[in-house]
């Protein structure tokens, strides 16, 4: 229609009330363009195709009004800089993870998933109904930042290990790729934790330059190709259920017409939800994948005393973030007691179901 | 936009031009009217809430041009006619549950929740990644009515019971409430399955004119104040996560301009998304006030012997459809092979945790 528009413009002679047409129709088509910028390389699976599905979804929601362009971390060069790219405006959009985000703003910690914390469904109903969305918007606020759920990719898995893991001592010394909190966990307790390039992880695991090493789970861990190099492959308990984000800039949110903001605020939260579908989707293929490909690969649970000894140090270390911070508190009280509320129920369903079906 | 036009119609005498201009804005200014038919009577919790999540998503998304009027059952008078409403054409939608036509349609029993089934997040994998949306659609294209996920209760319990069952000889002539397939499981068993109105359900179970009744979970049953009469509450087999169902007539959604068609079907499957995670609240807000009510309930399960009684029963009735029905068949062995891959998955990732952390 603006075409037509701005042709009959050129071409007439109208007054200024066709004028005052002219300019309101334009308004309605007028074409909103944002950049997002993700902390993904090109075409990486299940999270970079939550990002091309949420643009997708606006794009044809808003006719074509609402268009996101998408920079992968090789256009932008700053994985770990999407954060301060969004909150100077120099990118309208981001899509990353909050935790990476807990050296320049500690309290960003708390979003994407905690050591013996809510699995995904347990932590979308606390965003959405127990006061995390809240809490998340405390946090990012003050720095012109919106923060969305931006995609789960399931309970992850405890890691790649050379060796057994029978005892607390067996921690002792072991270099293990695991970074963030849960690395903290474990260097608490006496292990090494490194961080390695993920394009030298491989090499490093074969050639036992690490001991040990946790990626994802099986959506992501089947192209990089530790199954075929370690033998144990260890359950989860330090990022149960890790969500995404999806970042905008505040005021060019607000300045965005009131319909584009409804259909991005749900293209965000349709896309966040499909990608734990996708994520579920993926590991139990890539899973399959896996276990006919190399048969002998064991799962393997950290026995009790380790998970005790997980558990004391994350603990400890929660309750020194605690005493320095009375937000940090306060988002702990919350997720801690909503935790506790939500689990008694997916046990009596989810754990219940689960085990009596097991084989 | 279009009051403005109108008044500059009225009072100009504009050339065809401008006539050309103001039809093109009215257009796309054009309101969209369609009506729901919900199974539910006014206000239902969660269900009800559903439709409402996604009238609301679709006129905020659409600026107001498509709007849905939602008639709950007492409007209508018919919430087990919402099928062939939508399929008449006199609603343009429904919001209801894919197995109640089973005895219309038989293949339409697939599309819920089927005993020792999938879980709400592993059969979401299916219908978006598994091929189960194109197997609802050779289901209900047939009729001119589209099917969509329409929102999860999550894992219904097993029911509440008057009696313990420590074996199968307990089900004979067992009174219970129990409705659709299951029930026919039942009454495979020598129990005597019943159907009672809703209203008359706590009397019944109260006066012992049942010894059992299923209902849904924590978030549904704690209003109908069975926990109060009952001491015995079993853990669930037969609906692992009961997806309800939007229905939509299938000439109406085609006559839709093409951004309404995507508004609505992003907002009919964020709200069916947003129902589980909803339901996953009120579950557990529900089962802590039945808990801290009556801290006497008993929470059991069924015992491996009665649940391999259920499990041959589901068997042999499922053979028994697959072997009148090569689509059931199909859709029988599409569910199975699904299940079988996405399970292995859940065990090392949700069973495994929720045991680890299991007090």
Not at 259 to 288: C, F, P, V
Not at 292 to 302: A, T
Not at 313 to 335: G, T, V
């Amino acid at each position: 229609m603006s075409g037509l528009i701005k042709t009959l413009i050129k071409t007439s002679t109208l007054s200024l009330a066709l004028g005052a047409i002219a300019f309101s129709a334009t308004a309605a088509d007028k074409v909103y363009r944002l950049k997002l910028a993700e902390t993904w390389g090109p075409n990486f699976p299940i999270f970079g195709d939550a990002t091309k599905n949420m643009a997708e979804m606006a794009e044809k929601m808003s006719n074509g009004r609402l268009q996101i362009r998408i920079d992968s971390s090789n256009k932008h060069k700053a994985p770990l800089g999407v954060f301060d790219m969004v909150k100077s405006g120099q990118y309208d959009m981001g899509h990353s993870a909050s935790y990476y985000w807990k050296g320049k703003v500690p309290n960003t910690l708390y979003f994407t998933a905690m050591p013996f914390g809510m699995t995904p469904a347990e932590q979308y109903a606390w965003f959405y109904h127990g006061g995390g969305m809240e809490l998340m918007e405390q946090v990012y606020t003050p720095h012109n930042v919106m923060s969305f759920p931006g995609g789960n990719s399931d309970i992850q898995m405890g890691g790649w290990f050379q060796k057994e893991i029978n005892s607390v001592d067996d921690l002792q010394g072991l270099k293990m790729r695991i970074p963030g909190f849960a690395g903290e966990i474990l260097a608490d307790l006496g292990a090494k934790p490194t961080n390695i390039a993920s394009g030298e992880l491989y090499t490093s695991l074969e050639r036992r330059t690490i001991d040990a090493l946790e990626w994802v789970g099986p959506s992501l861990d089947l192209r990089m190709g530790f199954h075929k190099i370690a033998p144990y492959y260890y359950t989860g308990w330090h990022e149960p259920g890790s969500e995404l984000q999806f970042l905008v800039n505040k005021r060019k949110f607000d300045s965005l017409p009131e319909d584009l903001q409804e259909i991005l605020r749900i293209a965000m939260r349709t896309a966040a939800y499909d990608m734990y579908i996708h994520a579920t989707h993926e590991s139990g293929k890539n899973w399959a994948s896996m276990k006919s490909e190399y048969p002998d690969v064991q799962v393997k649970d950290f026995p009790p005393e380790v998970m005790a000894a997980f558990r004391a140090s994350n603990d400890k270390l929660l309750a020194e973030h605690a005493a320095k911070d009375a937000l940090a508190k306060e988002i702990q009280m919350s997720q801690a007691a909503y935790l506790e509320q939500v689990r008694s129920w997916t046990d009596i369903s989810h754990r219940a179901y689960l085990n009596s079906q097991a084989k």
